[in-house]
């Protein structure tokens, strides 16, 4: 991958996502990015929890649907507590409400690298091109 340098280093980014393969790649990938990576978290109850307990998020990513459960109540609750998030998605993108259609859309099979920085870009962390907002 090319990026700098450990270019999430200490931040904390959320994971939710139910498929084990891709879970277990974003993991690795954000790891690798110097992210301390809280998850994965494959069920929309545990994601809530979580959401509503953890001190610190300072991204999250998360995965459309969980079990047949939409996430989006999971980024209602992100979106009170100001944390910028990204979605991962196997279905159409017109399934994310229009309240979400600021935020980055990824349809899987996703590419990790576009995640990735995506995440960087959505944390601001790592930006290196500064007339990109």
Do not use: W
Not at 14 to 33: H, K, N, P, S
Not at 68 to 90: I, K, Q, S, Y
Not at 116 to 133: E, F, K, N, T, V
């Amino acid at each position: 991958m090319s990026l700098p340098s450990k270019p999430l280093q200490g931040c904390r980014v959320l994971l939710v996502e139910d498929e084990f393969m891709l879970a277990d790649e974003l993991r690795a990938e954000l790891e690798d990015a110097g992210a301390v990576v809280i998850g994965p978290f494959g069920s929309l109850a545990a994601a809530i929890r979580l959401i509503r307990t953890e001190p610190r998020i300072d991204g999250a990513i998360l995965d459309g649907n969980l079990g047949g459960e939409l996430v989006h109540p999971a980024a209602d609750l992100l979106v009170e507590r100001g944390v910028p998030f990204l979605f991962t998605t196997g279905y159409d993108p017109a399934a994310i409400p229009p309240r979400f259609s600021t935020r980055p859309q990824f349809e899987k099979p996703v590419s990790l690298e576009a995640v990735i920085h995506a995440m960087i870009r959505i944390i601001g962390r790592g930006h290196s091109d500064p007339s990109d907002p």
